[in-house]
């Protein structure tokens, strides 16, 4: 099964306990305890880019070990949809960005054969989009029917308090000290989207760690140039 050998690695900060919750805690304590138990129906997760959904997907991953996979479909979608095949092996199977292969025959008839053979196997099925199933754009009308049975959980876009906490949260994760100056510089002197702002936060660790500096307002409108 050479679709299980992909060399799809997990984002190392990507864990549950990096994941600033900000509205969405029913859907983090059911992932969570879907984790321990191993029993579930599986999930649909939806909401805006950047709001987490990829996070969750790896940070449930990263929980289960092997005995779990997750494909970034937004990144796969260019290859054959056999890569699909035998996936039901595994007891958790994530697929990110599932959207992304909407509208493409030969994906949705994989995905329908895929769902079926996980039912089958009494594997679990997370999947991420953009939208509610009703609007994932889905033309095979069995595929559909299938996957809006999955319960669908809608990740909350973060206000800018939430930013600043799931900022800061992110830091000292990472062994950084992010003061509230800081973290609000950054927020009002950056993209708003948390994907840049951790992005930006990649970069001044790195920064900091050569410089041996904190995470100052001073340090950081040298690093930004703002």
């Not at 690695?9 to 994941?19: C, G, K």
């Not at 092997?66 to 970034?72: E, F, G, K, R």
């Amino acid at each position: 099964m050479s679709q299980l050998a992909l060399p799809l690695r997990l984002e190392d900060h990507a864990v549950f306990a990096s994941f600033w919750p900000a509205g969405n805690e029913s859907l983090v304590a059911f992932l969570i305890d879907l984790a321990a138990t191993g029993r579930g129906p599986g999930c649909w997760l939806w909401g805006r880019a950047a709001t987490g959904k990829s996070h969750l997907l790896q940070a449930l991953c990263e929980r289960l070990g092997d005995q779990s996979i997750y494909l970034p479909m937004q990144d796969l979608q260019a290859t054959s949809p056999e890569i699909l095949d035998g996936l039901a092996s595994r007891e958790f199977i994530c697929l990110d960005d599932i959207h992304a292969v909407a509208k493409q025959p030969q994906w949705e008839a994989a995905l329908f054969h895929l769902y079926n053979s996980v039912s089958d196997a009494k594997s679990v099925l997370i999947v991420s989009a953009d939208s509610a199933p009703r609007d994932s754009g889905f033309e095979l009308p069995d595929l559909k029917s299938r996957l809006s049975l999955l319960p669908a959980f809608h990740l909350r876009t973060m206000s800018e308090a939430d930013r600043q906490k799931a900022l800061q949260l992110r830091a000292s994760h990472r062994g950084l000290e992010l003061p509230n100056e800081t973290a609000r510089y950054l927020i009002t002197r950056s993209k708003r989207d948390m994907a840049s702002l951790y992005a930006l936060l990649d970069k001044l660790d790195a920064e900091a760690l050569v410089a041996k500096r904190r995470l100052t307002v001073p340090f950081v409108k040298g690093v930004i140039g703002a």
